[in-house]
């Protein structure tokens, strides 16, 4: 906290286990874990975190499907490049 501000809380709730929130959290954050090995020349591992990505996105339209299911169809088109 800067000195002089007033302390409002933490801005964030806590996330559940099971929750919405929690599954896209953390699908946006396998999405983005598998851009890493994607653009570094691992494509097995990361068509292993894109599709966990986006089996974890669920089937709501959210950010996070957005983004796993952009990283899963890049990830598969770098894989079956020769």
């Given at each position: 906290?800067?000195?002089?501000?007033?302390?409002?809380?933490?801005?964030l709730?806590?996330?559940?286990?099971g929750?919405?929130?929690?599954?896209?959290?953390?699908?946006w954050?396998?999405?983005?874990?598998?851009?890493v090995p994607?653009?570094?020349?691992?494509?097995?591992?990361?068509?292993?975190?894109?599709?966990?990505?986006?089996?974890?996105?669920?089937?709501?339209?959210?950010?996070?499907a957005?983004?796993?299911?952009?990283?899963?169809?890049?990830?598969?088109?770098?894989?079956?490049?020769?």
């Amino acid at each position: 906290m800067l000195a002089g501000t007033p302390d409002r809380g933490s801005p964030l709730l806590p996330l559940r286990p099971g929750s919405p929130a929690t599954s896209s959290c953390s699908a946006w954050l396998l999405a983005r874990e598998a851009m890493v090995p994607q653009n570094y020349g691992a494509p097995q591992a990361a068509t292993r975190l894109a599709e966990q990505a986006r089996q974890g996105a669920g089937d709501r339209p959210t950010a996070a499907a957005t983004l796993a299911a952009a990283t899963a169809a890049r990830t598969y088109a770098l894989s079956h490049q020769d």
